[in-house]
C-alpha cells in the first residue's frame, strides 16, 4: 500500500468521526435526545438533569406525579431525596 493511500484512508476516518461527533453534539445541543426517550405524557421523564462535575450528574426524576431526586457517578446511583410533590404545572419535560 502506498503512503499516499494511507494517508487518504487517516483522512477519511477522521472526517468520519468528525462528522459522527458533530452529529451527537447537535442533537445533544438541540434537545432531541430527550424528546426520543419516550411518549409525550408517559408516566416517567427526566425533568431536569445537572452536571456537578465531568462524571456526576444530579437527576429530577418524575414518576406519575412524584418526583425524586438522583446523584449519578462513578459509583452506585444514589437517591438523594424521595417523594417530592411535583408542582401543579409539572407536565411539561424539558
Do not use: C, F, K, Q
Request: charged share 20%.
Amino acid at each position: 500500500m502506498e503512503p499516499i493511500d494511507l494517508l487518504r484512508a487517516a483522512a477519511a476516518l477522521v472526517a468520519v468521526l468528525g462528522l459522527l461527533g458533530l452529529a451527537a453534539w447537535l442533537l445533544r445541543r438541540s434537545g432531541l435526545n430527550h424528546r426520543l426517550g419516550g411518549a409525550p405524557g408517559g408516566r416517567l421523564a427526566v425533568v431536569e438533569t445537572r452536571w456537578l462535575d465531568p462524571r456526576t450528574r444530579l437527576l429530577l426524576i418524575r414518576r406519575d406525579r412524584i418526583e425524586h431526586l438522583v446523584l449519578l457517578g462513578a459509583g452506585p446511583p444514589l437517591l438523594v431525596e424521595r417523594g417530592i410533590a411535583a408542582p401543579p404545572a409539572a407536565e411539561s419535560v424539558r
